[in-house]
């Protein structure tokens, strides 16, 4: 089994340098393109990277541009940037490449690219520590917790969601072990990446509930001060820059079901009613949204409340299903990415008898769509 994980590693960084080019390196990772070239600040102007001719851009362009100047001290940044004061709030790991690459702009950006290569990577070596190394059902999981579309998309397009898991996954490994001002530490890093990743949180109420391990009310106060602290500061800085603005988004929440629904009738009208039920092995967004709806299911219909990581799989089926339609657009949309652990959660709390392999083929469909998108 440890040389058919070995193998499935070398699969992926296969594919991965792929997109390395003489060049411009990784950066192909990032998805620049030529009629977005005007957008950007100065400093990326001049540094050497691969645009994409005629291609529709992506929000990985902006956090990269961030890393070059995460602390905003250039006009141009934010001047040209999409949706600046949202993006700049979310500055961690747009600072993390700024340190990895020594200040030095080409190298800020191979590192942006490739921080998503080195998570995954990390993720890979934390499942194989959890899951049992010489099972056949451990193997499987492994594999189809890393190749799911929602991380394999963080990595090619060079996005936050796959470094917000990683932080996600040392949260809830500090609450199984009752750790919880280290999870609380670790929780209150990682909203400087996704404001989402609050939600997390939701894997302390075992520790919270438990007679035997119940903490005290400073030490609750405490964490909720390590869990906030870092953002309140970062929004009084962003504040001296944007004002009113700091606390802008996009369109990201709606209604509970709306935009869910919406999705499940246009893909049975797309591809079922339209097509014939085998096209759902020939469109992306009809496997990821049978997918995620198994994962929801499996994790709201079976519930485990002593066990950290279902609390926090469960808050993000929630999340998924309140997000809006403009997070489910797309081929195959933002989603898989948004609520990647749901996925991780989900996997991790499979049924060990007979129904493992059911729950495990209808909440995995997605590793389809995710190996197909970094073939392309």
């Known amino acids: 089994m440890l040389f058919a994980r070995l193998a499935l590693v070398a699969v992926f960084l296969a594919l991965v340098s792929r997109y390395y080019g003489p060049l411009t390196g990784f950066t192909s990772l990032i998805n620049f393109t030529e009629r977005d070239h005007r957008f950007e600040s ?8 691969h645009h994409y001719a005629g291609a529709a851009g992506y929000d990985g362009q902006f956090y990269a541009q961030l890393a070059m100047d995460p602390l905003l001290r250039e006009s141009d940044t ?3 940037m999409d949706m600046a004061p949202f993006r700049a709030r ?3 790991f747009s600072m993390t490449a700024y340190c990895l ?5 080409a190298w800020i950006l191979q590192a942006y690219a490739l921080q998503n290569v080195l998570v ?3 993720l890979a070596w934390w ?3 959890r899951l049992p190394t010489g099972d056949m059902r451990g193997l499987l999981v492994w594999a189809a917790c890393l190749f799911t579309q929602g991380l394999l998309a963080s990595v090619r397009l060079a996005v936050l969601d796959g470094p917000s898991l990683l932080l996600i996954a040392l949260v809830v490994t500090a609450a199984e072990k009752g750790h919880i001002k280290t999870a609380a530490a670790v929780l209150g890093v990682s909203v ?3 404001e989402t990743n609050i939600l997390a949180a939701a894997a302390l109420v075992p520790l919270v509930l438990a007679p035997t391990t119940r903490p005290r009310w400073w030490a609750l106060g405490a964490c909720a001060l390590l869990v906030v602290v870092p953002e309140l500061v970062w929004l009084d800085y962003l504040r001296s820059i944007y004002r009113s603005t700091v606390l802008s988004s996009g369109p990201q929440l709606g209604w509970p079901f709306v935009a869910f629904a919406a999705q499940w009738n246009r893909v049975l009208h797309g591809a079922f009613l339209t097509a014939g039920p085998d096209a759902i092995w020939r469109s992306p967004s009809a496997m990821v949204l049978v997918s995620l709806t198994a994962q929801a299911a499996g994790l709201l219909f079976r519930p485990k409340l002593r066990t950290p990581w279902w609390w926090a799989g469960a808050v993000f089926a929630l999340l998924m299903l309140t997000v809006s339609d403009h997070v489910w657009g797309g081929e195959p949309g933002a989603t898989p990415r948004v609520v990647l652990p749901m996925t991780l959660a989900f996997n991790l709390t499979l049924p060990t008898g007979r129904a493992f392999w059911p729950w495990l083929v209808a909440g ?7 190996v197909m998108m970094l073939l392309r």
């Open 90 to 92: 979310r500055i961690l």
């Open 42 to 49: 100065q400093t990326l102007q001049r540094t050497t990277h």
């Open 120 to 122: 995954w990577l990390l």
């Open 101 to 105: 690459g020594l200040g030095r702009p």
């Open 192 to 194: 400087l990446g996704r």
């Open 127 to 129: 499942l194989a520590r």
């Open 364 to 370: 995995n469909l997605t590793v389809i769509p995710g």
């Open 78 to 80: 934010d001047y040209l």
